[in-house]
């Protein structure tokens, strides 16, 4: 199946600096890649749909200066956490539509946990 | 997208079927049902999909009702490494790609 590469896969940062994750699909194409982000003991919530060559769609309530997502290529997505703070610790997923497998399913990422100090 | 519920936990022994269900009552005629599950710590893992039929692969079967307000994800064999969290979700097939994930199933599987 396709596979998504989500780098770091952990990181720990000070309070105040940006951190970026980069998402990329690796054996196909992927106009399209999703952010989600994971509380512990608690689901997925999405946060934003990162579509590559246009500004990303976020959902209510997630701060699009706060959480920067780039989509520069059709393999790759970053989001970048601008001046986090604790309250930003969190786990970090992407995940991928193969264009080639048509709209049936998506891939994830192997997620990113995030540890602000 | 249309809301599933799903009970919080279950318990199944190794080498037992286990069988998750799933109620998806508002359900659209074009909305599908998938199954992924998430092993601790790690990104959701597709399980299954289907709209109206039941569908097999090497995974699991997923059986659906007739009326479609309800589904069940079924694992022949369970094995420790099955143990995850599943999660039933309804999605259209146009326009949006986007999985909006309930809170799941937590699935235990015991020796």
């Known amino acids: 199946g396709a596979v998504v590469s989500q780098h770091p896969s952990r990181v720990i940062c000070k309070s105040g600096t940006s951190v970026k994750i980069e998402c990329r699909s690796l054996d196909f194409q992927a106009t399209t890649m999703f952010w989600y982000r994971q509380f512990p003991k608690q689901s997925l919530m999405l946060m934003a749909t990162s579509n590559e060559g246009s500004k990303a769609t976020y959902e209510q309530g997630v701060e699009k200066d706060k959480f920067l997502i780039n989509h520069a290529s059709l393999t790759l997505s970053t989001l970048t956490v601008t001046s986090a703070h604790p309250e930003d610790s969190s786990f970090y997923i992407c995940?991928?539509?193969?264009?080639?497998?048509?709209?049936?399913?998506?891939?994830f990422g192997s997620g990113t946990q995030l540890s602000v100090l | 997208d249309a809301k599933t519920t799903q009970p919080t936990s279950m318990d199944c022994a190794e080498g037992r079927a286990a069988n998750l269900p799933c109620n998806h009552s508002t359900i659209s005629g074009n909305e599908y049902v998938y199954w992924y599950r998430q092993i601790h710590s790690q990104g959701p893992q597709y399980i299954i999909h289907g709209l109206k039929n039941n569908e097999t692969n090497e995974m699991a079967s997923l059986i659906i009702t007739e009326d479609r307000k309800s589904s069940t994800l079924i694992l022949p064999h369970a094995t420790l490494r099955d143990t995850a969290v599943y999660y039933c979700?309804?999605?259209?097939?146009?326009?949006?790609?986007?999985?909006?994930f309930g809170t799941g199933t937590r699935l235990q599987v015991f020796p």
């Open positions: 979700i309804v999605r259209a097939y146009y326009n949006t790609d986007k999985l909006i």
């Open positions: 995940s991928a539509r193969d264009v080639e497998q048509g709209n049936e399913k998506l891939f």
